[in-house]
């Protein structure tokens, strides 16, 4: 399959080969779990934390991670749907309810703006047609923006949650 064939599949853009099957771009699949796991990492520290927001945060992160499983696996109208919904509503909240607040703890913080902008240089310069483009690359860069943006949303949610 070519580069300009990617494009057929909804997540075509994302550099990784489309394979035939329910899972399109098995590395990108895989990687989206990320938002999973921290996402029940936060709902489970929220809920002894007793904070609402942060219950909120840990389900947006879940739903992130459904949804990039929807996008990567078998991809369609609905795996879009879900996908940009919970990206864009994951974002909003991370900006809404942990940046504005103040810390004990600055250096999770710094964390999560370093794996933020890390994982944004990564995203932008691996994309289809893109310098860092290796579509049959075992280790993807989108894959790598999964890891670096769902880390940066657990060590915002660290920074305000007790132990």
Not at 9 to 26: K, N, V
Not at 66 to 92: E, I, N, T
Request: hydrophobic share 50%; net charge positive.
């Amino acid at each position: 399959m070519s580069l300009a064939e990617l494009s057929n599949h909804i997540a075509g853009s994302d550099c990784e080969r489309i394979r035939d099957g329910l899972i399109a771009q098995p590395a990108n699949f895989v990687s989206s779990a990320a938002y999973c796991v921290v996402g029940v990492w936060i709902w489970r520290r929220a809920r002894t934390d007793g904070r609402a927001r942060w219950k909120v945060l840990g389900a947006l992160s879940l739903a992130a991670g459904f949804g990039s499983l929807a996008y990567h696996g078998p991809g369609g109208d609905a795996g879009k749907l879900l996908h940009d919904g919970s990206a864009v509503a994951l974002a909003s909240a991370a900006i809404a309810i942990a940046l504005p607040r103040d810390t004990t703890r600055p250096s999770s913080e710094v964390l999560a703006l370093l794996c933020a902008t890390a994982g944004l240089a990564v995203y932008w310069l691996s994309r289809t047609n893109r310098p860092l483009c290796y579509p049959d690359s075992a280790l993807q860069g989108h894959a790598v923006w999964h890891v670096l943006s769902a880390l940066a949303v657990g060590a915002l949610a660290s920074a305000h949650l007790r132990r």
